[in-house]
């Protein structure tokens, strides 16, 4: 997608996110650095996914992105305007989320049609009637037959109860929803209804997704373009298309390689990663991927990559930078294994 | 030769307030040295349940019942506490899938490890201490000697996962059972921990049950492949088998479910199965899948379900005879064909 | 349960009402079908402690009118009349039906003084548990959900309270402002809050934590209305459970005080009070320390199982 004049429905400018930790007594205050110098566009209509493991700092990004916690530096914008944390209210209106745990995400003591008219009833929007009714008709659209209204989340199973999650984001007519791995928890048979129910609301009612997910093969399927995230920063932003045939940042190569497909005869793939873990505690210096990747250089120790930009995308790497020098006599990283 | 591990229609009942659950309803699979056999089913399939059975860890108002549970010839069911305790650990070992909660975060790697070898070989506690080193090494631990006195709470998942394997490593056993080792770690870790599963398996001439809902793992890391639903095994059979000619509804089903990167069209609908999984409590007459499944009839809903066989080993339950060769798979497999 | 009262109207505002009555009915409904009945008449420890605290409760809700005697009145002439019991075991004992428990030093009779006392046994229980509880709750809630500062400085109070004699204290204003009932509820309730704060609090993180608190955050809900409709409601049966063991730990702390002479007064009928009179009998009269010891237990236990009762029954289900 070029850069064209249309403005992104969300927009992250250098979005960054530090936590202090509790340090010793009289010892000096630590930080952590959850989220830094994230650029990211959400244009409307479509389903961005971003994709990242655990201690990449997505969960972060998203209650950021949410209006939930505010950025340390860097700021979001909505449709072009500013999101400012005293306009949670307003906010809300047009961002919902999805969360991953459909048992923890539903409170236990309230019925279902309590649960999707809350978004309601704290905007003010309509009567106790019409409520009521814009109650049965998302929960229509989404599959849920009308007898569940009276009843609590506990006696739904994990695909009703996330139907339940969906309905309550889409009750007020949100512009973005953002879903934190809203299949996660669920049952691979379950999994694709509830992946085909977003589709198909996303098409009747112009959403726009952000989609966090671990899940690649999931991202193939639903997403029109893909961010990585890697301990803290985005390391490969990309189409769909591009970013599975054409990888580029050894991350990413490796997280699509790790896929694992229910074919037999391929084994399992070659693991180039090596056992350190990524701590977000203590970031390694210069590039953060640097002690797992396998074309790591001197100055990919020194330094940190800046975002280069490619069609479509954008990738953080030094490999990739117009200074790049083609070091004699190493090996070139091999492609992405079929 | 006989079978590492034979089990014939086992069958685990709980009583509990509204009824009996009867989470496993009858079912028999055999495992040989050396060979790994993975149980695959979604969520209230009762694999975790079977597992935790042939450990006899199950809580004590279960009740296990088999017509024959027999390790390495011993009868399990007929084996005191004691005798089982003995079992446990040094010729059977078992991963647990959340390694947070399965180590204990009161005592150092070190000590968790050494209990081990100490409660079934006796000897010194340096000797422990060694062993303990040397498998860690094997797992793929750097700076072993430091970890042995670091707490869980310092590592990571997939180390911990690897301490967890040392652990079940210890005594040499010649069956591990893994009930989900990998789900709860990134998936880039999931891959290096199957790999060195694997590897291990080979060094020692261990066998292995793997039990999974993931048939990504199943595919890459099964010799043969049980597929669980609703207690029982519905079709069963090698990797190659059961993935090139599903036979069974609910396999073919499950197959459909699962986008392969590559072959996905954008915007295209996933597969999924209508309905969800029925209660384990009570009885079920007929087929368990019947509900769900596009082929079922109103006979599928009483009276026994016939074994059918569609090769040596390959084996599933339904009525109906399974088309000869599944539109889904041969596509995914023509495709991945023309990839390479 | 209420009737459906359908005001004259326009129809707009007749077919709100409805539909809130409605609504209402409905919810009820819910709650009623969801409660376990089966399992609480299977909890054998719960179906007594419910029975019994039931059947004191209307003892002493009643007590005015099914009481034998007034319990101030005094009788010299049948002063420390025993129980009906000895009439069966010893021949010459002037027991009678007309005072089934006796009567005590003064000639008052004894059940009647027994069901009066109950009044104020409950009364000082549950108004100083439910002052004590607000007070707890209050603290313990907003600590857990803000935390931080906040967190800190209720821990400070907690540790304060905690650091204070609590029965000096409660001697030392008694002595200053007398001990009417208002009194004693008043001081029970502003010195036993502080297993509330701590068990509230740590409920109250825990609940803070799950995914519905965000999700009413994200969908805008102010403060306020998180805290009351969804935190609240999750936290209530950490509350009740609470609450049990806090009145009868008020209970037994206005018997101490009465048996001190610095709770209620003489003549009312506390059993504290009944106790400390019946000292100096306690060789001869065996019964008239043995029967109010009695009621205590017998209340104090009936709480507690009642409490057990609910704390199982309201245990959340794990997922099968």
């Known amino acids: ?338 | 030769m006989t079978a590492l591990l034979e089990v014939t229609d086992l069958r685990v009942s709980i009583p509990l307030e509204d009824g009996v659950l009867n989470p496993v309803r009858g079912i028999s699979f055999k495992v040989d040295k050396g060979e790994t056999l993975c149980i695959v089913g979604e969520s209230g399939c009762g694999k975790s349940l079977t597992s935790l059975s042939l450990m006899r860890l199950l809580p004590t108002r279960a009740r296990t019942s088999a017509g024959a549970l027999r390790f390495a010839g011993k009868d399990l069911l007929a084996l005191s506490e004691r005798e089982m305790n003995a079992l446990r650990g040094d010729r059977m070992a078992m991963i647990f899938q959340e390694p947070m909660t399965s180590l204990n975060p009161a005592y150092t790697i070190g000590n968790q490890l050494a209990e081990v070898y100490l409660r079934h070989r006796g000897g010194t506690a340096r000797a422990a201490h060694e062993r303990a080193i040397h498998l860690l090494e094997r797992v793929g631990v750097t700076g072993a000697a430091e970890r042995l006195r670091q707490y869980p709470h310092q590592l990571s998942g997939g180390l911990r996962q690897r301490v967890m394997i040392a652990m079940a490593l210890m005594c040499e056993p010649r069956l591990i059972i893994a009930d989900e080792p990998t789900t709860a770690l990134d998936v880039t870790v999931q891959a290096q921990i199957l790999r060195l599963l694997k590897e291990l398996q080979r060094e020692m001439g261990m066998a292995m049950i793997l039990i999974t809902h993931d048939l990504g793992v199943v595919a890459r890391v099964a010799d043969r492949v049980a597929v669980m639903y609703a207690g029982q095994i519905v079709e069963s059979g090698t990797a190659r088998q059961v993935f090139a000619e599903p036979s069974h509804p609910y396999t073919r089903g499950l197959l459909q479910c699962i986008p392969i990167p590559g072959q996905v069209q954008p915007g295209q609908r996933l597969g999924a199965i209508p309905g969800v999984v029925p209660s384990l409590t009570g009885e079920l007459a007929g087929c368990a899948f019947a509900n769900r499944c596009e082929l079922a009839q109103a006979e599928c809903r009483g009276g026994a379900i016939p074994d059918r066989v569609k090769a040596p080993l390959h084996q599933y339950r339904c009525r109906f005879e399974a088309p000869r060769r599944a539109p889904q798979a041969s596509a995914s497999r023509d495709s991945a064909l023309a990839a390479h | 349960m209420h009737s459906l009262q359908i005001p004259m109207a326009p129809e707009a505002s007749m077919a709100e009402a409805q539909s809130r009555w409605w609504l209402l009915l409905r919810r009820a409904a819910v709650v009623l079908r969801q409660w376990p009945w089966r399992r609480m008449s299977r909890n054998g420890g719960f179906m007594f402690g419910l029975v019994v605290l039931l059947s004191i409760a209307a003892i002493a809700a009643l007590a005015p009118w099914i009481a034998p005697h007034d319990p101030l009145v005094q009788d010299i002439a049948n002063r420390r009349v025993p129980p009906i019991w000895y009439q069966w075991f010893s021949e010459d004992s002037n027991a009678s039906w007309a005072h089934v428990l006796g009567t005590d030093k003064l000639g008052r009779d004894y059940l009647s003084r027994l069901m009066h006392g109950a009044r104020i046994s409950l009364s000082i229980g549950f108004s100083a548990a439910l002052i004590s509880g607000i007070i707890g709750t209050v603290l313990g809630v907003c600590a857990g959900y803000f935390g931080g500062r906040v967190d800190a400085l209720v821990s400070f109070i907690v540790t304060t309270r905690l650091a204070l004699p609590v029965v000096l204290v409660a001697l030392a204003i008694v002595a200053l402002h007398g001990s009417s009932l208002p009194v004693l509820i008043l001081v029970l309730g502003l010195l036993l809050w502080d297993r509330f704060a701590v068990v509230m609090r740590s409920v109250t993180r825990q609940v803070a934590s799950l995914e519905y608190v965000t999700a009413a955050r994200a969908i805008g809900c102010s403060t306020l209305r998180i805290i009351l409709t969804e935190i609240l409601p999750n936290v209530m049966n950490a509350f009740i459970v609470i609450v049990t063991i806090e009145m009868a730990n008020a209970i037994l702390f206005e018997a101490a005080l009465s048996f001190l002479g610095l709770g209620v007064q003489p003549p009312s009928p506390s059993w504290g009070l009944m106790l400390a009179e019946a000292k100096e009998d306690i060789f001869f009269s065996p019964w008239m320390i043995t029967i109010p010891g009695t009621a205590l237990f017998v209340l104090v236990l009936a709480i507690n199982l009642f409490g057990d009762g609910i704390r199982d029954l309201t245990a959340p289900k794990g997922r099968s």
Do not use: W
């Open chain 1, 1 to 338: 997608m070029q850069d064209d004049n249309t403005t992104p429905l969300m927009e992250a400018r250098g979005l960054g996110r530090s936590f202090d930790l509790a340090g010793k007594l009289f010892g000096p205050k630590r930080s952590m650095q959850a989220v830094s110098g994230v650029d990211l566009r959400v244009m409307k209509g479509e389903t961005l996914a971003l994709v990242g493991e655990s201690g990449s700092g997505k969960t972060t990004l998203a209650r950021m992105l949410l209006g939930l916690l505010p950025p340390t530096t860097g700021q979001i914008l909505f449709d072009g305007e500013p999101l400012r944390m005293e306009d949670r209210v307003a906010t809300a209106r047009r961002v919902q989320p999805i969360f991953q745990d459909p048992y923890s995400s539903l409170n236990p003591r309230k019925t279902i049609a309590s649960i999707i008219s809350l978004p309601l009833r704290v905007h003010g929007v309509g009567d106790r009637i019409s409520q009521a009714r814009a109650v049965r008709e998302v929960m229509e659209q989404v599959g849920l037959p009308p007898r569940l209204a009276d009843v609590t989340p506990n006696q739904l199973s994990g695909g009703q109860r996330q139907r339940v999650a969906i309905a309550r984001a889409l009750v007020l007519r949100p512009e973005l929803v953002i879903c934190d791995e809203p299949t996660s928890a669920l049952d691979v048979s379950v999994q694709s209804q509830i992946l085909n129910l977003l589709q198909d609301l996303q098409r009747e009612l112009g959403l726009t997704y952000l989609l966090i997910t671990h899940n690649l093969a999931v991202v193939e399927h639903v997403a029109s373009r893909v961010a990585v995230m890697y301990l803290s920063r985005i390391v490969e932003q990309a189409e769909t298309a591009a970013l599975f045939a054409r990888p580029q940042h050894p991350y990413s190569k490796a997280l699509l390689a790790s896929v694992l497909t229910p074919e037999p005869d391929k084994g399992l793939p070659e693991d180039s990663l090596g056992t350190a873990f990524p701590n977000a505690m203590a970031p390694p210096t210069g590039c953060h991927f640097h002690p797992r990747c396998s074309a790591c250089e001197d100055i990919c120790i020194q330094r940190a990559p800046e975002a280069v930009m490619q069609p479509g995308g954008m990738v953080e790497c030094h490999r990739f930078s117009p200074q790049a020098v083609p070091s004699a006599g190493r090996v070139p990283i091999a492609s992405h294994p079929a």
